[in-house]
């Protein structure tokens, strides 16, 4: 059992001094000679054949074998009362512990803190303590026997996993982006099915580096955008039908010449600061133009969907890295693959926006800047796309999909949600207000005389902006 700071600090590789990590995935921080001595064991070795007997399905993700494990301890509560833990525990696909069957935990129930999955005596104030009190294990209660337990692996989930020997054919990829996957969902039958041609649709790319041709990336924001507008549609036809008016209300900020701005319609809240937010526009209140998407540059890739941009080149990069997409210019197939993952994903964030639009709306209020990428990153659909690595040949393209949100909680979120509008007369006065949005209210007083009620009207307009900017 190593214990103390002195035992660690002999583990300890000084050719990596600079780091100072002990990290567990490639032991680089640890001397192998001392490592040996101590645990009469070759850890080393050992942690390597478990990685890759893990990893054996994923051979051909171009990743590193550390991403798939996250640099946060992830913890099955009842195994760890027995001081055991497992490289399956910390695998990012698996979410639950196999043993056990019950949800991992990735952050200290006591202070919300996350734990580094690190051996150090500095994230730790005693052994199996975070730093805040809280005892993942009370050694001083447990039986020494109890640790020597044997976690079997009762998840067929798991099981399955780890039965797989790489993908079902040499020929066959999977994509999907790792945090919002489970083991669970590779067993599930696919819900879409998509086909296409092989052979002369598909031109063979002569330039190595179309894909990064100016004419490519054209292309791929043009794709966003329409991608962006049909879900616009969809949106503002399924949820925003009779908000019209309360829509323009809250964008052009309108109120009587006197009192307060009326009350947010959340249906209204939810669609502008989805759209806002998603396009990354210079105001929530200022109109979107006709394009209603935003500028375009071609450094990088860009597209319309700013926010989820990462999220996407992300998706992209993956399916360039897992097909001859190098070679073959299959666009309807790459096209159909990233526009399924960013209307979900878009769509996914709309929910996430109608979730908190009641509260929102009623406070006047607006999460920050963090808490909208957190929104954001908890859209990423549950989907795994499974396709052949050859694109030159006619091939089905499948979707598995695990539904990220219960039907019936969306439905519970709607009804609660009451529209303050509703009433023609209400309707009807909104319609004769005015707009009063920061500068159009700061152009009056430069031109009119400044009276203290414009001074205050000002205050009152900016303060109001102010709650609902992120
Ligand atoms: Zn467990
Ligand atoms: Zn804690
Ligand atoms: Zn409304």
Not at 53 to 70: A, R
Not at 75 to 88: A, F, N, P, R, T
Not at 277 to 287: E, R, W, Y
Request: a positive charge; charged letters at 25%.
């Amino acid at each position: 059992m190593i214990s103390s700071s002195f035992s660690l600090k002999c583990l300890y590789n000084n050719l990596f001094n600079l780091f100072k990590r002990r990290e567990f995935v490639h032991l680089s921080g640890f001397d192998p000679a001392k490592l040996l001595e101590y645990l009469e064991f070759d850890l080393i070795r050992h942690n390597r054949c478990t990685i890759s007997s893990i990893l054996k399905p994923l051979e051909y993700f171009s990743k590193h074998s550390h991403t798939w494990f996250p640099p946060s301890l992830k913890w099955c509560s009842e195994c760890v009362k027995k001081g055991y833990h497992s490289w399956l525990h910390q695998f990012l696909l698996v979410k639950c512990c196999p043993t056990h069957q019950i949800d991992l935990v990735s952050a200290c129930p006591g202070c919300l803190n996350q734990i580094p999955f690190l051996l150090s005596d500095n994230s730790f104030s005693d052994p199996f303590t975070c730093k805040c009190g809280y005892k993942l294990s009370d050694i001083t209660l447990a039986q020494w026997s109890e640790w020597n337990f044997h976690a079997k692996i009762v998840d067929d989930n798991v099981l399955n996993w780890l039965a797989r020997r790489g993908v079902e054919t040499e020929t066959d990829r999977l994509l999907f982006i790792s945090r919002s996957v489970s083991v669970d969902m590779f067993n599930l039958k696919p819900a879409i099915t998509s086909r296409f041609p092989g052979g002369e649709h598909i031109k063979k790319i002569t330039k190595r580096d179309y894909s990064l041709s100016k004419k490519f990336k054209e292309h791929v924001y043009d794709e966003n955008k329409q991608c962006f507008r049909a879900i616009d549609r969809f949106v503002r036809k399924k949820y925003l039908a009779n908000h019209h008016i309360c829509l323009h209300t809250l964008q052009q900020l309108r109120k009587e010449k006197e009192g307060a701005f009326p009350q947010i319609c959340p249906y209204a809240f939810a669609y502008v600061f989805w759209k806002h937010t998603l396009l990354q526009t210079d105001h929530f209140h200022t109109a979107i133009r006709a394009d209603e998407t935003n500028r375009r540059t071609y450094d990088g890739f860009e597209f319309a969907t700013q926010l989820i941009q990462n999220h996407i080149n992300d998706f992209k990069e993956k399916l360039f890295g897992h097909t001859n997409l190098y070679e073959f210019d299959n666009r309807r197939l790459f096209d159909w693959i990233v526009n399924r993952f960013t209307s979900d994903l878009c769509l996914n964030y709309f929910y996430k926006w109608l979730e908190i639009a009641k509260d929102g709306s009623e406070q006047i209020r607006v999460p920050d800047w963090n808490q909208v990428l957190i929104m954001a990153t908890k859209s990423i659909p549950n989907m795994i796309f499974k396709h052949k690595f050859n694109v030159n040949e006619p091939q089905e393209v499948h979707i598995i999909k695990k539904e990220s949100r219960n039907i019936v909680e969306l439905e519970k979120i709607i009804y609660n949600m009451q529209c303050p509008h509703k009433s023609k007369r209400v309707k009807k006065e909104l319609r004769n207000m005015n707009s009063f949005t920061p500068q159009s209210v700061s152009m009056r007083n430069f031109e009119e005389p400044n009276t203290e009620q414009d001074k205050s009207l000002q205050v009152y307009v900016d303060q109001y902006v102010s709650r609902l900017t992120i």
